[in-house]
């Protein structure tokens, strides 16, 4: 796919971003997180599951507590208001999307973390967020960047030395299905026709630009059948309130159903959900028995 300039990657993505919450909270969980749960058994719930999730993110970035974390593409605020609430980390999120940015700050104020959240409003590469941070997060939110590598580079610079990464991604098994389905019709219509800009690359292509931000990779773990559960019950919400998604967004429950069906048909086939985790480190993270 050719790359759309960065500025016109932000505005065609946020065709998507910028929907009503209202939309997002009939299908997503309590939280409105926009990425994989994980589920630890057959009766694990979409709450729990996602819940169980973010602890996942807290252990692989080593937060203990009170550390400074930048979530980039922050979404509707789910990683930055739980690890304020739940860590008491003071989270910096970034998210181009006003409605986003309105209702993370309503949900802070609620929680009563006001005064651990800040936010960025705009494009990653176009914000400068008051660093240095201790760890930093990108869940799903790479695929609409353009430029990865400058992405990861910038990151890099915002980390302490020692810091911690994030990073989760859907992605073409490899460049042979890059090459094939990336252009089909079904394709096109999750990345162009749902979120107006998505590069869904192999992830090979994004572990290489992890290395050359000069991050050093400490984990691997493969979600892929975690994010079949999660969008199985995605659109199991979805068929069974079609109604009320058409009063909050009319002639958005086709299109919505059939991008999670899209979705859901290719994993393990065409596409996988993988995460990886890295540090500002040439050494890499030492384990201690």
Same mark, same amino acid.
């Given at each position: 796919?050719?790359?759309? /300039?960065?500025?016109?990657?932000?505005? =065609?993505?946020?065709?998507?971003?910028?929907?009503?919450?209202?939309?997002?909270?009939?299908?997503?969980?309590?939280?409105?997180?926009?990425?994989?749960?994980? #589920?630890?058994?057959?009766?694990?719930?979409?709450?729990?599951?996602?819940?169980?999730?973010?602890?996942?993110?807290?252990?692989?970035?080593?937060?203990?507590?009170?550390?400074?974390?930048?979530?980039?593409?922050?979404?509707?605020?789910?990683?930055?208001?739980?690890?304020?609430?739940?860590?008491?980390?003071?989270?910096?999120?970034?998210?181009?999307?006003? /409605?986003?940015?309105?209702?993370?700050?309503?949900?802070?104020?609620?929680?009563?973390?006001?005064?651990?959240?800040?936010?960025?409003?705009?494009?990653?590469?176009?914000?400068?967020?008051?660093?240095?941070?201790?760890? =930093?997060?990108?869940?799903?939110?790479?695929?609409?960047?353009?430029?990865?590598?400058?992405?990861?580079?910038?990151?890099?610079?915002?980390?302490?030395?020692?810091?911690?990464?994030?990073?989760?991604?859907?992605?073409?098994?490899?460049?042979?299905?890059?090459?094939?389905?990336?252009?089909? /019709?079904?394709?096109?219509?999750?990345?162009?026709?749902?979120?107006?800009?998505?590069?869904?690359?192999? #992830?090979?292509?994004?572990?290489?630009?992890?290395?050359?931000?000069? #991050?050093?990779?400490?984990?691997?773990?493969?979600?892929?059948?975690?994010?079949?559960?999660?969008?199985?019950?995605?659109?199991?919400?979805?068929?069974?309130?079609?109604?009320?998604?058409?009063?909050?967004? /009319?002639?958005?429950?086709?299109?919505?159903?059939?991008?999670?069906?899209?979705?859901?048909?290719?994993?393990?086939?065409?596409?996988?959900?993988?995460?990886?985790?890295?540090?500002?480190?040439?050494?890499?993270?030492?384990?201690?028995?």
């Amino acid at each position: 796919m050719s790359a759309l /300039p960065p500025q016109e990657a932000v505005q =065609a993505t946020n065709q998507h971003y910028e929907l009503p919450a209202e939309l997002f909270a009939i299908y997503l969980d309590q939280r409105l997180k926009y990425s994989s749960g994980l #589920f630890t058994d057959e009766h694990t719930d979409l709450d729990q599951a996602q819940t169980d999730k973010l602890h996942f993110v807290a252990r692989q970035l080593g937060i203990t507590g009170g550390e400074r974390l930048l979530d980039v593409g922050c979404g509707w605020g789910s990683l930055i208001l739980f690890m304020a609430q739940e860590y008491g980390c003071h989270a910096t999120g970034v998210t181009p999307s006003l /409605p986003q940015a309105e209702y993370i700050r309503a949900q802070a104020e609620k929680t009563g973390v006001a005064e651990l959240i800040t936010l960025e409003l705009g494009s990653f590469s176009d914000v400068e967020p008051a660093g240095p941070f201790d760890a =930093a997060t990108m869940l799903g939110s790479i695929v609409h960047m353009p430029n990865r590598t400058a992405v990861l580079r910038k990151v890099y610079g915002l980390l302490r030395r020692g810091g911690s990464l994030y990073l989760s991604e859907s992605c073409f098994r490899d460049h042979a299905a890059y090459g094939e389905f990336s252009r089909r /019709p079904g394709t096109r219509h999750v990345t162009e026709g749902i979120f107006g800009f998505a590069d869904m690359v192999p #992830f090979s292509v994004l572990v290489e630009a992890v290395e050359s931000a000069k #991050f050093s990779l400490t984990a691997f773990t493969d979600l892929t059948a975690h994010y079949h559960r999660t969008i199985e019950e995605w659109e199991r919400r979805v068929e069974a309130a079609r109604d009320r998604v058409e009063l909050v967004a /009319p002639g958005m429950s086709e299109p919505l159903i059939r991008y999670l069906q899209t979705a859901n048909a290719g994993w393990g086939y065409t596409t996988k959900h993988y995460a990886l985790s890295a540090v500002k480190s040439r050494m890499g993270r030492t384990e201690v028995p």
